[in-house]
């Protein structure tokens, strides 16, 4: 009988049951709502977020209202009016409409100032007056360290203001950036310099993408497409700047503003493609020497046989404050663009190659040395470069150039009369002791 009776009394204890697991989640959910009441008060968050970022970069940052939160998609903190001055200042080196921070429980704890994501809407950047800021900072022995945002990075209708230009509408969007990952790129804008609008649409993807110690794109894919003064091209290679500079990029031009095709040769304004390379490799010096000195090797071509002129520049540099640097560069064909070579020198097919070489401190520059020939006509000689910069703006305060150099060539013509076997001396008012630079050897395309 007991038996039973247990029984039908075991129904009854279920509703008395479930009340009080219900009055228990009530409690937990009232105690997580308060929590999350305290840790999402948007005035305390925003004070400490800009406190805290502020001090790191030595900015005052500021907002024209408190930050709200939305829980969808994600925790995310928005700051509205976001804007940054250096202590003191009046004007902002940048400001926003809008920041959208997707931020971890960490940074709501104040145990954390990390972001996953970040979304600027409008904002407008002072160029100038961040590389004023820039230069006020403490110099860093660290390679830069970009964040880690696994939800990646979008700009909406941004503005970049240059000395002379401006760079409006930008949008761009990177989905993911976090280290050793594939990262992908797409932006677009204007460009407006000289009163001029240049559109623009990027498209750039990386194998492996680099931001923890410096910055690395490996397989990197990118493809331009512009009109008006940017260029359309192509570019494949990789980025890298972390303990050293290793930068490869090939490619080709598809299409060159009517400046380029100005300043370089008619040939590049008809349809085709103009490849180019470029390498950058720089091994820095043991600190605490400055962040220029180290061996520098670079090298560049525009060019090839059917897009003419080909250039190959090759240059390589060490030292510190005291400069060990040579170039050496070869041109097929002499741009038709450029200032015509002297009439009275032979005409020849062979390319033109140069030599240059410096030796001296950079505190107080002696002069460089160059060689130039084309088949057998030779010039070699010296010069310092304030003495030619301030000749080229003013060449007809002078005939010749402020060089000391020798010229020797097979034949030198003037009208109605015929020169062979011409060696001649040229001298400016102040000659060196410092011996031209021989004669350069036929540097070979890259």
């Avoid at 204890?13 to 840790?39: E, K, N």
């Avoid at 090298?299 to 640097?325: H, N, T, V, Y």
């Avoid at 088949?375 to 000689?381: A, I, N, S, V, W």
């Amino acid at each position: 009988m007991a038996q039973a009776a247990t029984a039908r009394d075991r129904p009854r204890r279920w509703p008395r049951r479930l009340a009080i697991a219900g009055a228990v989640i009530a409690a937990l959910l009232a105690i997580a709502v308060a929590v999350l009441a305290y840790f999402l008060q948007p005035a305390r968050l925003t004070a400490l977020l800009l406190d805290s970022a502020g001090k790191g970069m030595n900015l005052q940052l500021r907002t024209t209202g408190p930050g709200r939160f939305t829980l969808r998609p994600g925790l995310r903190l928005v700051l509205p009016g976001l804007s940054a001055t250096t202590p003191g200042g009046k004007t902002p080196l940048f400001r926003a409409g809008e920041v959208e921070l997707a931020v971890p429980w960490a940074t709501l704890r104040g145990k954390s100032t990390a972001i996953d994501r970040i979304a600027l809407v409008a904002p407008d950047i002072d160029l100038r007056a961040l590389n004023q800021w820039a230069a006020t900072q403490p110099p860093s022995t660290q390679p830069v360290k970009l964040p880690t945002l696994t939800h990646g990075l979008a700009i909406t209708n941004g503005t970049l203001r240059g000395d002379g230009w401006r760079l409006q509408h930008f949008n761009l969007s990177i989905p993911t950036l976090a280290d050793g990952r594939p990262a992908t790129l797409t932006s677009s804008g204007d460009l407006v310099r000289t009163g001029v609008t240049s559109k623009f649409v990027v498209n750039a993807s990386g194998a492996a993408a680099g931001v923890g110690q410096g910055v690395r794109v490996d397989d990197l894919k990118l493809a331009l497409r512009a009109d008006g003064e940017i260029p359309s091209l192509q570019v494949s290679g990789h980025l890298r700047n972390a303990d050293a500079i290793d930068i490869d990029l090939r490619g080709a031009l598809q299409r060159m503003p009517a400046r380029w095709v100005a300043a370089l040769d008619s040939s590049f304004g008809r349809a085709g493609d103009a490849p180019f390379a470029i390498s950058l490799r720089h091994q820095p010096a043991a600190a605490p020497a400055p962040a220029f000195a180290g061996d520098w090797q670079a090298q560049f071509s525009l060019g090839d046989g059917k897009r003419q002129p080909a250039l190959a520049l090759i240059a390589q540099a060490k030292g510190e404050l005291m400069i060990d640097a040579s170039m050496s560069a070869q041109i097929s064909r002499w741009p038709d663009a450029w200032p015509g070579l002297p009439a009275a020198l032979p005409d020849s097919p062979a390319p033109l190659l140069a030599q240059a070489a410096y030796h001296g401190s950079i505190v107080s520059p002696v002069p460089i040395t160059f060689a130039i020939q084309r088949g057998d006509t030779h010039l070699q000689g010296q010069a310092k470069l304030a003495d030619l910069r301030a000749w080229l703006r003013d060449p007809a305060q002078a005939i010749l150039p402020p060089l000391q150099a020798t010229l020797d060539t097979p034949t030198l013509e003037f009208p109605g009369v015929r020169l062979q076997g011409v060696h001649a001396e040229l001298a400016d008012d102040a000659p060196s002791a410092t011996p031209p630079a021989a004669s350069p050897k036929r540097t070979p395309k890259p």
